[in-house]
């Protein structure tokens, strides 16, 4: 079983769409949560990042942590096409160790007009 | 500017060659990766160095070997290229060591063996 699930997709919305992105995990020591945009042919950028449990909002982007059921999500209003691209969810330990990102698969995402 | 820049773009090299995909960043951080995304866009880390010094090394086939000449610079050199190494390789960096610092990528650099 790997650390980081994730579905791969993908994912084809109509523009205006809410997109739910998601990945599970295994190991309970992840404490940073991340996720990361990637267009094609370009490096991931960081989109969103959270420190245990919670919500996060930024616009029209909220990232959640269930750490309980051990489920991240990432939530899309008013998608555009722009917003076209592969979402890796990101995960870290705990601070105190030497930083080292666990990705998903990632989720290829598609926002048609 | 770009942040974390990484030559060349593409790279195509026959079996056995060897080959090497510079990196450099001007965010004046500490510390810097090299991260391989495989066909399936699984990315995973190969190396971290954190002021030159290497602090990660993920099972890496030793044909693989970075180099750090100073902090802004973390360099991959790949002897006896096998088809197998044919991915993406991203460098990145962060302002520090420790889990909670953002990391940075490149645009990548994609290497084909043939």
């Known amino acids: 079983q790997k650390e980081v699930e994730q579905d791969p997709g993908p994912l084809s919305v109509p523009e205006g769409a809410i997109v739910s992105l998601n990945c599970t995990y295994s190991?309970?020591?992840?404490?940073?949560f991340m996720w990361y945009r990637q267009y094609s042919r370009k490096g991931p950028e960081l989109l969103m990042y959270t420190y245990s449990s919670g919500n996060k909002e930024d616009g029209r982007f909220t990232a959640q942590v269930d750490k309980s059921s051990k489920y991240i999500s990432l939530f899309i209003r008013d998608s555009q096409p722009s917003d076209s691209a592969t979402y890796l969810c990101a995960l870290a330990v705990e601070a105190g160790t030497a930083s080292k990102l666990t990705f998903g698969t990632g989720t290829r995402l598609q926002v048609t007009l | 500017d770009t942040a974390v820049s990484q030559t060349p773009k593409y790279l195509v090299t026959q079996m056995g060659n060897d080959k090497s995909i510079k990196c450099e960043q001007n965010l004046g951080h500490d510390t810097m990766y090299w991260y391989k995304q495989d066909s399936k866009k699984f990315l995973k880390i190969m190396f971290s160095y954190n002021n030159k010094e290497l602090i990660i090394n993920e099972t890496v086939p030793n044909r693989f070997s970075p180099k750090s000449p100073d902090k802004a610079h973390l360099n991959l050199h790949i002897n006896s290229l096998e088809l197998g190494d044919s991915a993406v390789y991203f460098c990145?960096?962060?302002?520090?060591?420790?889990?909670?610092?953002?990391?940075?990528f490149g645009e990548g650099s994609w290497l084909t063996v043939v």
């Open positions: 190991n309970s020591a992840f404490q940073y």
């Open positions: 990145a960096s962060s302002q520090g060591i420790l889990s909670g610092n953002t990391i940075y």
